[in-house]
């Protein structure tokens, strides 16, 4: 598994990003995949994750409602629809592929990593 995280970038603060997320391999079509991010001084904390088929999702409590996760119906293509953002959502965003079909925020449960996605919010 390879993954490539994209679509990072700066926007002003209600404005709206979507980050992709591809395996170059095609190959965790079976693995859950999920949204980490990391802003400077803090701990990568979890955003989002999907299980293998697209049929399970869970977010975390701050984003809920304005995130969107969803994978195409090949699986080889995550995406974080990202509305209505805010300053305090400024981080580095990466994907990872789960070591598990279902749903986790669990970072130990993730085996690959993509290199990561700016996202900047200004207000």
């Known amino acids: 598994v390879q993954l490539q995280a994209s679509g990072g970038g700066l926007v002003q603060a209600g404005g709206s990003l979507r980050l992709s997320c591809a395996d170059s391999?095609?190959?965790?079509?079976?693995?859950?995949v999920g949204w980490f991010r990391q802003a400077p001084g803090k701990e990568r904390e979890f955003v989002a994750c999907i299980n293998w088929d697209g049929s399970s999702k869970s977010y975390e409590e701050s984003v809920k409602g304005r995130f969107t996760i969803s994978r195409t119906k090949g699986g080889n293509t995550v995406y974080l629809q990202m509305n209505s953002l805010k300053p305090e959502d400024t981080a580095v965003y990466y994907c990872a592929a789960a070591r598990r079909t279902w749903v986790t925020s669990v970072t130990s449960d993730y085996r690959y990593w993509g290199q990561g996605t700016q996202v900047t919010v200004s207000s």
């Open positions: 391999r095609r190959t965790f079509t079976n693995n859950a």
